[in-house]
Nanobody, 124 residues
Framework: QVQLVESGGGLVQTGGSLRLSCAAS????????MGWFRQAPGKEREFVAA????????YSTDSVKGRFTISRDNAKNTVYLQMNSLKPEDTAVYYC?????????????????WGQGTQVTVAS
């Protein structure tokens, strides 16, 4: 069994920054790909960013390129999402997820385990 716990969400002004963390336990974290997704009210969960087990490959959706950075520290069993230049449209609940492989990193059903989510609100 895997447990994923997100933290770091909150309320920030437009143009501000937040750093989300996702701590994993229960499995060999370093063997798995990790992803971040988000879900705004009334919308489907959407892909934000993903990272391979080694950290050597990262992927992100076009709307966050140049603003968000995904990284991981396998020694700490933690994946991060650094979010800069935040916009009101980034407001959502952010979820981290773990997958055995991330060949289809943008798909929700690629991931086997999910955290409970952390709220990010960007005020205009």
């Amino acid at each position: 069994q895997v447990q994923l716990v997100e933290s770091g969400g909150g309320l920030v002004q437009t143009g501000g920054s937040l750093r989300l963390s996702c701590a994993a336990s229960g499995r060999t974290f370093s063997s798995y790909g990790m992803g971040w997704f988000r879900q705004a009210p009334g919308k489907e969960r959407e892909f934000v960013a993903a990272i391979s087990w080694s950290g050597g490959k990262t992927y992100s959706t076009d709307s966050v390129k140049g603003r968000f950075t995904i990284s991981r520290d396998n020694a700490k069993n933690t994946v991060y999402l650094q979010m800069n230049s935040l916009k009101p449209e980034d407001t959502a609940v952010y979820y981290c997820a773990l997958a055995r492989g991330i060949s289809r990193f943008w798909k929700v059903d690629e991931y086997d385990y999910w955290g409970q989510g952390t709220q990010v609100t960007v005020a205009s």
